[in-house]
């Protein structure tokens, strides 16, 4: 019964901003890592931000300078900040957790399976041009 859900999706132009969160439960909030992923309709699930306990981060080319990963341990909540955004931004955003001590957060940006861990049900962002 681990639980991730994530809110704060919707709709907006190119150039705009957007934060998404993602509350989980307290067997769900991990110890480790936990990230941010994205897939688009026809497209394989790519990371795009991850962030270990430690505080360490790694992001995505194609978001780096652009978006922001924090977390709030006290209120067991992942957040994701959106600036610049762009059309090909435009994807079903999902937040996860993964209990191996030994991943790293780069390591973490690679996982594209949904057996490694455990994920929530996403959140539809769409950037219009």
């Known amino acids: 019964q681990v639980q991730l859900v994530e809110f704060g999706g919707g709709s907006v132009q190119t150039g705009g901003s957007l934060t998404l969160s993602c509350v989980a439960s307290r067997r769900s909030y991990g110890r480790y890592c936990m990230g941010w992923f994205r897939q688009a309709p026809g497209k394989e699930r790519e990371g795009v931000a991850t962030i270990h306990t430690s505080g360490n981060t790694a992001y995505a080319d194609s978001v780096k300078g652009r978006f922001t990963i924090s977390k709030d341990n006290d209120k067991n909540t992942l957040y994701l900040r959106m600036n610049s955004l762009k059309p090909e931004d435009t994807a079903m955003y999902y937040c996860?957790?993964?209990?191996?001590?030994?991943?790293?957060?780069?390591?973490?940006?690679?996982?594209?399976?949904?057996?490694?861990?455990?994920w929530g049900q996403g959140t539809q962002v769409t950037v219009s041009s």
């Open positions: 996860a957790t993964f209990r191996d001590p030994l991943m790293t957060p780069i390591q973490a940006l690679g996982v594209t399976s949904t057996l490694f861990g455990y």
